[in-house]
């Protein structure tokens, strides 16, 4: 069961803009409790989802955006040349 849990959690913060925008979205949510006029831990789980869902988005962004650069050509080694 743990290990579920551990490969559902490291796939969904596999990408380093996913884990930054959940980080912040969490402080901005613990550090402005006047927001929502709720709970700091409350806000705090509310905006690292909105950050996990803005990472997200970032990270398909990018990962489009460079799918079609050039890529590499296959050379074959000759040996000795």
Do not use: C
């Amino acid at each position: 069961m743990i290990r579920h849990l551990l490969v559902l959690v490291m796939t969904l913060f596999q990408d380093n803009y996913v884990r930054v925008g959940t980080l912040v979205g969490a402080l901005a949510g613990f550090w402005s409790p006047e927001i929502l006029h709720g709970e700091p831990a409350t806000n705090a789980f509310i905006f690292g989802f909105i950050g996990w869902g803005i990472g997200a988005y970032l990270a398909n962004y990018n990962a489009e955006k460079t799918q079609y650069k050039q890529k590499k050509k296959f050379r074959v080694f000759q040996g000795g040349r």
